[in-house]
């Protein structure tokens, strides 16, 4: 995607917006060592929609870890019935999500908790890959204990009632996000249409994403963690066989 970028427009990697805030109708973004002023802002950051304040009584950040195994070889694979590529989804919220991809790897989450991903440490990372390793033992006992090749965390949004933010928040500011984990697919939809609706365009899908419900109002800290932190060890207790 990179290669193909358009030449008007310039990517900027590693680069954390830290704060940003508006003033006279012009919007400072503050990154670690320069800001950038615009007229015109799009917020697509999904995850950290709440700590940028964007929505943020409509949004909370949830935390998943996942793990892909080497690919298998020829054994392994055929130990397993060769299939092709494929994906599951867990029937309860809580439960493993798993796919098959076209070079024979095996990539599981299981995970997803309230947790700082800039906070955790190995050790807090080799302890949840433990988990998802239970996970593919238990699926596919006959794979080796060391298959597994990497292991990482990330941040998706989660709102109350399952939908979306897809809005002008402001006078040139817009934000799309909240994707529930639905998907790389909902966030390119929402990602092309914000931008065509930042730029005074309209379409049909604009107007199917407008007509859905809105995210539902969300208590303040300490009520919010405390109940989502509820939620969570009870879904994953009735998700426990699904690990």
Same mark, same amino acid.
């Given at each position: 995607?990179?290669?193909?970028?358009?030449?008007?427009? &310039?990517?900027?990697?590693?680069?954390?917006?830290?704060?940003?805030?508006?003033?006279?109708? %012009?919007?400072?973004?503050?990154?670690?060592?320069?800001?950038?002023?615009?007229?015109? %802002?799009?917020?697509?950051?999904? =995850?950290?929609?709440?700590?940028?304040?964007?929505? +943020?009584?409509?949004?909370?950040?949830?935390?998943?870890?996942?793990?892909?195994?080497?690919?298998?070889?020829?054994?392994?694979?055929? +130990? %397993?019935?060769?299939?092709?590529?494929?994906?599951?989804?867990?029937?309860?919220?809580?439960?493993?999500?798993?796919?098959?991809?076209?070079?024979?790897?095996?990539?599981?989450?299981?995970?997803?908790?309230?947790?700082?991903?800039?906070?955790?440490?190995?050790?807090?990372?080799? &302890?949840?890959?433990?988990?998802? &390793?239970?996970?593919?033992?238990?699926?596919?006992?006959?794979?080796?204990?060391?298959?597994?090749?990497?292991?990482?965390?990330?941040?998706? !949004?989660?709102? *109350?009632? !399952?939908?979306?933010?897809?809005?002008? %928040?402001?006078?040139?500011?817009?934000?799309?996000?909240?994707?529930?984990?639905?998907?790389? =697919?909902?966030?390119?939809?929402?990602?092309?249409?914000?931008?065509? &609706?930042?730029?005074?365009?309209?379409?049909?899908?604009?107007?199917?994403?407008?007509?859905?419900?809105?995210?539902?109002?969300?208590?303040?800290?300490?009520?919010? !963690?405390? =109940?989502?932190?509820?939620?969570?060890?009870?879904?994953?207790? *009735?998700?426990? !066989?699904?690990?």
């Amino acid at each position: 995607m990179i290669d193909t970028l358009p030449r008007n427009v &310039k990517l900027f990697e590693n680069s954390p917006l830290i704060s940003w805030k508006k003033n006279n109708d %012009i919007i400072f973004c503050t990154f670690k060592d320069v800001t950038i002023k615009t007229k015109k %802002i799009i917020f697509a950051t999904n =995850g950290f929609l709440k700590s940028l304040r964007i929505k +943020s009584n409509y949004n909370f950040p949830i935390t998943l870890t996942a793990s892909m195994t080497r690919s298998l070889t020829d054994d392994e694979f055929k +130990s %397993i019935g060769e299939p092709k590529e494929w994906g599951v989804l867990p029937v309860r919220p809580m439960g493993a999500t798993i796919r098959m991809t076209k070079d024979r790897r095996i990539l599981i989450r299981n995970t997803a908790e309230l947790y700082n991903p800039f906070e955790m440490s190995q050790s807090d990372l080799n &302890k949840r890959k433990l988990n998802q &390793k239970k996970g593919i033992k238990k699926r596919f006992p006959q794979l080796p204990d060391d298959i597994i090749n990497s292991s990482w965390s990330g941040i998706v !949004s989660r709102s *109350r009632n !399952s939908s979306q933010i897809f809005e002008k %928040i402001d006078k040139n500011i817009f934000a799309a996000g909240c994707y529930n984990g639905s998907g790389i =697919g909902v966030g390119t939809l929402f990602g092309e249409q914000i931008a065509l &609706k930042a730029s005074n365009e309209n379409t049909k899908e604009i107007e199917i994403i407008e007509a859905r419900n809105k995210p539902t109002w969300l208590p303040p800290e300490p009520f919010l !963690s405390l =109940g989502v932190k509820t939620r969570l060890i009870y879904e994953r207790l *009735r998700a426990r !066989s699904e690990i």
